[in-house]
């Protein structure tokens, strides 16, 4: 027989407490982010401003960049090596990390300028700075996996520097199948996680208004514009 555990109503007519550790979970995270946060319908008006465009546009070039490299992982390197396709695909996924980098540049500059960690959002910050730092490393192995002279220089350069630190030995850049776990399942996976923990972070605290914003610039715009109310806030 299962018992159906309802969330209990507190005395003071307060939000309800739950009697389960999944119920608790569950108003906890509803706490933090409802539904309204995660997938608003307005944003503020200062997001019209480009330097917020930078962001998304390094989210998309990164999906591109995990569905292009799933393909390339599934036919191997022949295929990318000796097939029109193969090739088409090899190079859009070069192009598409070159972009994510410029993106993220761009956007992290922006942020910076910004002081993106104002209002509580220092992990905001930290994630996205982690989110640069694991990405260049797993661009790097990528790098590596190209499988022609310019990968064989760069990895006995990089082995040369890895041994010279004393990390050499763990990381063995000269081994193509241990670069190749590194780089199509245990770096892509890190970036993942860290940009979504990232992107969740941006909605539980509002995108970060500018320097100069006046306070009502942080409130949503409504869905439908509203004529009668602008001519009310300029008279």
């Known amino acids: 027989m299962t018992v159906d555990h309802e969330p209990i109503s507190t005395a003071d007519g307060g939000e309800p407490r739950f009697s389960t550790w999944t119920g608790k979970a569950r108003g906890w995270a509803l706490r933090r982010l409802p539904p309204d946060k ?38 191997g390197p022949t295929w990318f090596h000796v097939s029109s396709l193969g090739r088409f695909i090899n190079s859009t996924h070069l192009w598409s990390v070159e972009l994510f980098f410029m993106f993220m ?7 910076f300028w910004m002081a993106a960690w104002r ?14 730092v694991v990405s260049i490393v797993t661009a790097f192995t990528g790098y590596l996996l190209q499988t022609n002279f310019d990968s064989q220089w760069i990895a006995f350069q990089a082995k040369d520097a890895l041994n010279a630190v004393g990390i050499g030995a763990w990381f063995n850049v ?12 245990l770096l892509p996976l890190a970036v993942a996680v ?17 320097l100069e914003a006046d306070a009502s610039d942080a409130q949503l715009r409504p869905a439908t514009p509203n004529p009668a109310a602008d001519f009310e806030d300029k008279k």
């Open 38 to 75: 995660l997938l608003p319908e307005g944003q503020p008006s200062y997001v019209s401003s480009w330097i917020y465009v930078f962001g998304m546009g390094a989210v998309a070039a990164l999906v591109y960049i995990i569905g292009s490299g799933i393909v390339l992982t599934l036919n």
């Open 105 to 111: 540049v761009i956007h992290l500059w922006g942020k």
């Open 119 to 132: 209002g509580g959002r220092v992990l905001t910050w930290i994630t996205g700075m982690l989110a640069f």
């Open 174 to 185: 000269a081994d193509l199948g241990q670069i190749l776990m590194w780089h199509v399942t």
């Open 194 to 210: 860290v940009v979504a923990l990232h992107v969740v972070l941006v909605r539980m605290h509002g995108v970060v208004p500018p």
